[in-house]
Nanobody, 115 residues
């Protein structure tokens, strides 16, 4: 399975972006997540969505970001609104099977928020 992320870019503070991540194989039963890593910082989980569509968000993005998935398109999305400069990072998508046996990462997409 390969994950292809897209949708990053440069945006002004207060703006919006939507990230997409499409899988090459069957991952409809996997939990999907978005992580980010800013320069000099550890990678952190931003949001996740289970196969049953339960979602979880980091406190720093609650109310601003929305994760969703379209299994027919094998795609997970991250809608990011009210972006802040501190959201600047490389964003990675992740797909993990229920038992954690299979764990896949996308290549990362850069999000830069200017003040």
């Amino acid at each position: 399975v390969q994950l292809q992320a897209s949708g990053g870019g440069l945006v002004q503070a207060g703006g919006s972006l939507r990230l997409s991540c499409t899988a090459s194989g069957r991952t409809f039963s996997y939990t999907k997540a978005w992580y980010r890593q800013a320069p000099g910082k550890q990678r952190e989980e931003v949001a996740s969505i289970t196969s049953g569509y339960s979602t979880n968000y980091a406190d720093s993005v609650k109310g601003r970001f929305t994760i969703s998935r379209d299994n027919a398109k094998k795609t997970v999305y991250l809608q990011m609104n009210s972006l802040k400069p501190e959201d600047t990072a490389v964003y990675y998508c992740n797909a993990i099977s229920g038992a954690g046996r299979n764990n896949y990462w996308g290549q990362g997409t850069q999000v830069t928020v200017s003040s």
